[in-house]
T-cell receptor
Framework: AQKVTQAQTEISVVEKEDVTLDCVYE???????LFWYKQPPSGELVFLIRRNSFDEQNEISGRYSWNFQKSTSSFNFTITASQVVDSAVYFC????????????FGTGTSLTVIP | DADVTQTPRNRITKTGKRIMLECSQTKGHDRMYWYRQDPGLGLRLIYYSFDVKDINKGEISDGYSVSRQAQAKFSLSLESAIPNQTALYFC?????????????FGPGTRLTVL
């Protein structure tokens, strides 16, 4: 069973629109971590955010914000006023304390921001 | 200098050849990982190592082997490469001495098997 589901395979938005990337996870651990990574066309993986299971506070960083809801096992990522430079593949990942902190990645969402 | 380096960055080889991908890190982390990325499948774990004497299979270890030569080095080998091993390969490190639990990724190696 997929531990991390990113149902949106591809999304296209026009520049300056807001966009939300969905991430749903599955775990029985009480201690776990959630991550978002960005993969621009150049291919490297860029760390965006980490959240632990005990901290449900939403976070905002510039145009980026994250909504962590344990009740729905979701960790969604919103980009406000999107820009062309936001075009990339975005991965959500889960790490569980009881499985040696292995990372489980979602299949990624490819975001295209159209100028 | 990058904390996690991978060599080579690109490699084209033929079916049946033996290939080694190397990963080095200067972060002093104990844990190292190898992933492959295929379009539409995300990153999948091949092997991981929690210290020099520890090797563990990941989700898709068949056709691969690894060697942890030192804390800083973790190599991935394809004994007899096949075309469906064409992918982007990432090495990563992590350190659980704190609570951060972040994985740090290398720049990736793009492997093409003809």
């Amino acid at each position: 069973a997929q531990k991390v589901t990113q149902a949106q395979t591809e999304i296209s938005v026009v520049e300056k629109e807001d966009v939300t990337l969905d991430c749903v996870y599955e775990t029985r651990d009480t201690t776990y971590y959630l991550f978002w990574y960005k993969q621009p066309p150049s291919g490297e993986l860029v760390f965006l955010i980490r959240r632990n299971s005990f901290d449900e506070q939403n976070e905002i960083s510039g145009r980026y914000s994250w909504n962590f809801q344990k009740s729905t096992s979701s960790f969604n990522f919103t980009i406000t006023a999107s820009q062309v430079v936001d075009s990339a593949v975005y991965f959500c990942a889960l790490s569980e304390a009881n499985t040696g902190n292995q990372f489980y990645f979602g299949t990624g969402t490819s975001l295209t921001v159209i100028p | 200098d990058a904390d996690v380096t991978q060599t080579p960055r690109n490699r084209i080889t033929k079916t049946g050849k033996r290939i080694m991908l190397e990963c080095s890190q200067t972060k002093g982390h104990d844990r190292m990982y190898w992933y492959r990325q295929d379009p539409g499948l995300g990153l999948r774990l091949i092997y991981y190592s929690f210290d020099v004497k520890d090797i563990n299979k990941g989700e898709i270890s068949d056709g691969y082997s690894v060697s942890r030569q030192a804390q800083a080095k973790f190599s991935l080998s394809l004994e007899s490469a096949i075309p469906n091993q064409t992918a982007l390969y990432f090495c990563a490190t992590s350190d659980l001495s704190g609570l951060l639990n972040e994985q740090f990724f290398g720049p990736g190696t793009r492997l093409t098997v003809l």
